[in-house]
Nanobody
């Protein structure tokens, strides 16, 4: 069973930075792309970005392009989401997912529990 755990969320002021982590727990090892998604109160879950198995390729939603960066640490079996220049509209619960590809939540099979990010103005 693939088990993912997100961490690093919290409260930050607009313009600040935050780094989220997505760790494969136990004996789980990433074997496919890892995607980041977010869900704001009352809104649908939306795509943030994804990283390839090798970590060589990344793709981002237009809303976060240039501000967010996804990376992998193979030795730690962890994927990161570095968020800079945060805006209040970035406020959401952030999820990592694997076992799929593309920009749709339906394309991913395994999900973490989420970590909450709140950006104040």
């Amino acid at each position: 069973q693939v088990q993912l755990v997100e961490s690093g969320g919290g409260l930050v002021q607009a313009g600040g930075s935050l780094r989220l982590s997505c760790a494969a727990s136990g004996r789980t090892v990433f074997t496919s792309n890892v995607g980041w998604f977010r869900q704001a109160p009352g809104k649908e879950r939306e795509f943030v970005g994804r990283i390839s198995l090798s970590g060589a390729f990344t793709y981002y939603a237009n809303s976060v392009k240039g501000r967010f960066t996804i990376s992998r640490d193979i030795s730690k079996n962890t994927v990161y989401l570095q968020m800079n220049s945060l805006k209040p509209e970035d406020t959401a619960v952030y999820f990592c997912a694997t076992g799929g590809r593309g920009s749709s939540p339906q394309q991913y099979d395994y999900w973490g529990q989420g970590t909450r990010v709140t950006v104040s103005s």
